[in-house]
DNA sequence: AAACCTTCTGCACACGTGTGCATTAACTAT
DNA sequence: ATAGTTAATGCACACGTGTGCAGAAGGTTT
């Protein structure tokens, strides 16, 4: 059994009531009493029972973060972001990954109330809304994380995918491109919705037509997936010369599947990304895509749910508070100026 | 405030023992009664304090996990095996991050110990060892993952890397090179030394000599280091015509410099990498690889955690346990057969 | 020397759960 | 009808920590 401040207490001579003032800093002990139980407390070994202290205290010292999965370098940026605010607050994390699996996403809600965690983060965009407001309902603290998909989330931080995706759109429209492509991913729903959008926005606002036909979704963004979905779009009869991915991922098994078809990036066929994940700089070719701040989407959202601790007597349901970070676009050798073909 | 077990009892007229009891399915509590309270229960929303529980029972269901870094996908592919074995269990996770930081890594310690986390998983190859020798003085039950540098931990799973790298070795012998070097990451302390070891074994087997000049280390497994590192091995004088890279994420980066720089993989130079993360599969060209079973090594040491808690009452440190287990060659297209230059 | 203030410490209770023991009610056996 | 057995429930305490209040010790003021 661990040491208490009981057994302390004995040590020294003096009531436990007396060393939790010491250690807690309280300038009522004298400095004399207060220095020497520190020691002995030292010296034993003393770890302060988090369970206890929550019990009494009513708070945990922990934020839970829910997230896809842990496998996704995208959501491991931004974990980076979350944990380096959460610490220096001393705050810990209580991760957990949904797994896109409905059954998993009700245990983990029932977890952190368990927990009682002091606040939570949701960075998966297709976590159902009715378990948020499960957590909501249950007076917890919730910031949401690119998850646009419902407005009853008073705290929101996110990225402004419809601007990003009109930036990558701009991009290959300058390039001279106008049969442009989007390859989705279904599962992500807002997420994938809004950078549709903004491409469907900026050609739009350029005058070029939208073949239905180059809207392809897939279910999921596992690389493996946009390495498939090259057939279809290389069965179309009048074929796309430039194509958006939903993400990195995405996009990394579409150039694979392309180098292994023989069709050349750029030459033939222009690839954008989205996210810019670490493995994108390293693909052949190094893939053009829209670098998203993912520390500072999960550092900032840490801040706003520490702040919205801070003033947790106030009814949070009556404010509103939303940021949007913008990204910015990074050419790489992916995308060229369209060369006419023979 | 959250409702209790009280605010039950008081609604269904009974004392809160009952309540307690006929939660805890216990036998005692009459079927009629029994279904009342959950039926109660359920309608008032009542969530157990976890806090208030592990005072009492003295156990938390979680298990903490130490980690060297999120981002690394080698990593969180062992998570994914961990979480499952623990969800299965009714365990939740509790994962910190060192980021190969002395300090942090005290801190997490620390955190564990006040969490009273069950037991705990260390999946960080470069983890002080006195950290983890104060976690199992203070009688937390610990297993190691890939970390054979001390012996002191008595529990213990990890992969072959000796076998590993001889597999790799005896691949590229195949093939005919004999002017094979490796690329290292001192920063992972013994996994890289057993590495380097297995491909010496190897070589030493064949009846071949090692150019000292062909083993180069790197601090870190950063794509970017593999990027850096072709420099040093293109100025030698007699160049290696093959290269046995430390992991995945080095030869990504060290294939990418090749591309840069106009030297054919395979034909000029063979690469292998070592783990089989995702995206050593969509490299140009794939990447020959050694698989090791991340899900498997994962799951199994949680299995190996949650058998000892099972007979946490017997002496710990008289037992041992250490389970190896082996990975397999995964040849791609980034090794062929020497062929003569010019 | 009595009355007061200051400084320090201990008592006792609370947080939400679980559990040994006593208690009550209901039923069976003589 | 009484004693004995079984089934169901409540009482009271414990886990480790924090805190309002009372109280003790020592010093200062009248």
Known sequence: MAITIKDIAKRTGVSHSTVSRALGGNSLISEATSTR?????????????????????????VIGVIVNSIDDPFFSEILFGIEDAAQQA????????????????????????????????????SFSADK??????????????????????????????????????????????????????????RTSLDRLNGFKKEMRKAGEKINPAYIYEVGGSDPALGKESLHYFMNLSDRPTAIICFNDML?????????????????????????????SAYTSPPLTTLDQPKYSIGNESAQLLLELLGKKIENQNNTHKEKVLKGSLLVRNSTSTLTPKE
Chains 1, 2 share one sequence.
């Open 90 to 125: 001393g705050y810990s994390l209580f991760i957990a990954a949904s797994q896109y699996d409905p059954i998993r996403e009700q245990k983990i809600v029932q977890t952190m109330m368990e927990q009682r965690t002091d606040g939570v983060i949701i960075c998966s965009s």
């Open 251 to 279: 996009a990394i098994g579409f150039l694979h599947a392309c180098r292994q078809s023989g069709i050349r990036v750029p030459d033939d066929l222009s690839v954008t990304g989205f996210d810019n994940i670490t493995f």
């Open 132 to 189: 948020g407001r499960q957590l909501l309902a249950n007076g917890f603290p919730v910031v949401v994380v690119n998850y646009k998909a419902n407005e009853n989330f008073n705290y929101s931080i996110y990225h402004d995918d419809l601007d990003g995706s009109q930036q990558l759109t701009r991009h290959l429209l300058a390039l001279g491109h106008t049969k442009i492509a989007y390859l989705g991913n279904s599962k992500s729903g």
């Open 37 to 61: 139980i520190r020691k002995v407390a030292r010296e034993m070994g003393y770890q302060p029972s988090a369970a206890a202290r929550s019990l009494k205290t009513n708070q945990t010292k």
